[in-house]
C-alpha cells in the first residue's frame, strides 16, 4: 500500500470515530440528557472501544493477511456507525437510572462501532512495515497522523457539521462514507467477490433503510439541546417547552401573569419578598426558556427591563417561531454563555438577577462558583437580589455547598423550599436568595403564602445549621454533578 494511501485511511478512520463520538451526546440527549454522565459514559466507551480495537487489530493483522482485513473492517466499522441509530431509538426508554441507561446505550451503539474502526490503523500500520530499521518511524508517523484525524474529526463535528444537519442524518452519513470507503478498499486490496459483494450490498441497504426509517426522538434540533414544545390539554393557551428529557419552561401564552411550576412560583416570591412593592424593576436572566419570569415581571411590574443571556441561538429561534415572546425596549436577549456575559454588564445595573441556567438537572458548575456570584454582586444594586433556582435532594450536598458559596459574598442568604426537601425525602427545585440587605423572613414567608406555595423559609440559625462544614465552590473545586448523585453513584429519586 502506497504511504499516501495508508496515512489518509488512518486518518479518515480516526477522524470517523471522533465524529461519532461527538454526535453521540446529541444522539442520546433526548433520552438520557445532556449532563456530565452522558458524556463521560461515551468518552469512556469510545476510548474503551478504541484500546480494544487496537489491541484486537494487531493481533489479528499478525495471523492474517492485513489485505483481507482492512476493507472489512471498514465496512462493519460503517454499517455499526450506522446501526446506532435504530439501536438507541430502540433501546433509549429503557427502565433504569439516566446512568445505567447511558452506559447501556454506549455500550450497544458506540462501543462496537468504536473498536471494529479502531482495528483497522494496526492493520495499515503492518503493510508499512517492510524496514526494521524504520519501524519507530513509521509507527510514529501513524500514531501522528491518526490523532491529527481525532483531532479534526472533533472540531469538525463540533464547530461544524451540528449546526449544518440533522444528528441521525450526520450519523447515517459518516457510516455510509466509511462503507464506501471500505468496498474501495476492498475491491483494490483484496478483490472483493461477486457473493461477498452481494452479501455487503444487502447488509449495507438494510442497515441505512433502518438507520433512515427509525422514528426520530428529536422534534428540533438546537445547538444544545433536543427540544419541543407541547400544547397543555388541560390549558388551551398553554405551552410547555421540553429540552432533551426535562420540562424546563411553561408559558400561558394569553396570561403572561400564570406560574405553572412551584419554582417559579419560588422565583416571584423571591422578587416580591424583598423588592419594593408594585415598583418597576431591572432585571438580568440567566438562561431564556420560554421567557417566563421576564413576561410576569413585565405584567405584574410595568416599565420593568429584563436582559436574558441564553446561550442557544436554536432555542431562542424556535420560542420566537412557536411562544410569542415579549418585545418592545424593556426586553433583550443576548446569545453566549452567561458566565462571559455577565461580565460585559455594567456595575449596579440590576435590581434582580435570576438564575434559571440548567445543563440536564444541574446548574452548570461555571455559574455556581464564588467567582461567578462575585460578578452577579457587582451587577446588583445595594438593594438587589440574587435568586436562583436549583436542584437538589437527599443529604443535599450542592444546595449546602452553594449556600456557602454565596454567604461568602452576600450579606444575607435564605432558601426557599419543600420541608420534604429540607429533611432529605425527595428531590425538588429549591430556590436561593442572596441580598446585601437583611432578608425579612416575615415578608418572604408572606411573599411565598401569596403565591400559593405550601414551602418551608429557611433563613438565619436553621440555614446555619444545614450549611455547617460545607465547601464554598470555587472555578478550582466546582464538583456540582458529582453532588447530585448519592453514594451509590445513582441519580436520586
Not at 478498499?185 to 433502518?210: E, K, N
Amino acid at each position: 500500500m502506497p504511504p499516501f494511501v495508508a496515512g489518509v485511511l488512518v486518518f479518515v478512520t480516526s477522524a470517523a470515530i471522533l465524529v461519532l463520538e461527538i454526535l453521540a451526546g446529541r444522539l442520546l440527549a433526548p433520552y438520557v440528557g445532556d449532563t456530565l454522565e452522558t458524556y463521560t459514559a461515551i468518552i469512556g466507551t469510545v476510548l474503551t472501544g478504541i484500546a480494544v480495537g487496537t489491541w484486537a487489530g494487531g493481533r489479528l493483522a499478525d495471523r492474517r493477511d492485513p489485505r483481507q482485513l482492512i476493507g472489512p473492517l471498514l465496512v462493519v466499522g460503517g454499517l455499526l456507525a450506522v446501526s446506532s441509530v435504530p439501536i438507541v431509538r430502540a433501546v433509549g426508554n429503557v427502565g433504569g437510572s439516566e446512568l445505567e441507561r447511558s452506559m447501556l446505550l454506549c455500550l450497544l451503539a458506540f462501543f462496537p462501532m468504536a473498536a471494529v474502526l479502531s482495528a483497522v490503523s494496526p492493520a495499515v500500520v503492518k503493510l508499512q512495515l517492510d524496514d526494521l530499521g524504520r519501524t519507530g518511524q513509521i509507527v510514529g508517523r501513524y500514531s501522528a497522523l491518526s490523532t491529527a484525524g481525532a483531532v479534526i474529526g472533533t472540531f469538525l463535528a463540533g464547530f461544524v457539521l451540528i449546526e449544518a444537519a440533522r444528528t441521525s442524518a450526520l450519523v447515517i452519513v459518516t457510516g455510509a462514507l466509511v462503507v464506501g470507503l471500505g468496498v474501495v478498499m476492498w475491491l483494490w486490496l483484496d478483490r472483493l467477490r461477486l457473493r461477498s459483494g452481494a452479501i455487503v450490498a444487502v447488509l449495507a441497504l438494510g442497515t441505512l433503510s433502518l438507520g433512515a426509517t427509525v422514528g426520530n426522538g428529536c422534534e428540533h434540533e438546537t445547538t444544545y439541546h433536543c427540544a419541543r414544545i407541547e400544547t397543555d390539554p388541560a390549558n388551551p393557551s398553554g405551552r410547555a417547552l421540553w429540552l432533551d428529557t426535562l420540562r424546563h419552561s411553561y408559558v400561558d401564552l394569553d396570561d403572561p401573569t400564570y406560574l405553572e411550576f412551584a419554582y417559579t412560583k419560588g422565583l416571584a416570591a423571591a422578587i416580591d419578598g424583598t423588592q419594593p412593592e408594585g415598583e418597576a424593576l431591572d432585571s438580568v436572566h440567566l438562561g431564556g426558556a420560554g421567557y417566563t419570569m421576564p413576561r410576569w415581571l413585565g405584567a405584574t411590574r410595568q416599565g420593568s427591563t429584563s436582559v436574558v443571556l441564553e446561550i442557544d441561538q436554536g432555542l431562542v429561534d424556535l420560542v420566537a417561531d412557536e411562544l410569542d415572546p415579549p418585545d418592545g425596549p424593556g426586553f433583550e436577549v443576548r446569545i453566549g454563555d452567561a458566565r462571559l456575559l455577565v461580565a460585559d454588564l455594567p456595575d449596579g445595573s440590576a435590581d434582580v438577577v435570576v438564575g434559571d441556567a440548567f445543563g440536564g438537572l444541574a446548574v452548570p458548575w461555571h455559574l455556581t462558583t464564588e467567582e461567578f456570584v462575585t460578578q452577579v454582586h457587582r451587577v446588583l444594586r445595594p438593594t438587589g437580589v440574587y435568586a436562583a433556582n436549583v436542584i437538589d435532594g437527599n443529604d443535599l450536598r450542592f444546595l449546602r455547598a452553594e449556600v456557602a458559596t454565596l454567604r461568602s459574598v452576600f450579606a444575607d442568604v435564605a432558601v426557599v423550599a419543600p420541608a420534604a426537601t429540607f429533611a432529605g425525602l425527595q428531590r425538588s427545585n429549591l430556590v436561593v436568595l442572596a441580598s446585601d440587605l437583611p432578608i425579612s423572613l416575615d415578608r418572604l414567608d408572606l411573599a411565598v403564602g401569596a403565591a400559593g406555595l405550601d414551602h418551608q423559609v429557611l433563613t438565619g440559625a436553621e440555614l446555619d445549621a444545614l450549611v455547617a462544614g460545607a465547601p464554598v465552590l470555587t472555578d478550582d473545586f466546582a464538583p456540582v454533578d458529582q453532588y447530585l448523585l448519592d453514594a451509590s453513584n445513582r441519580p436520586r429519586t
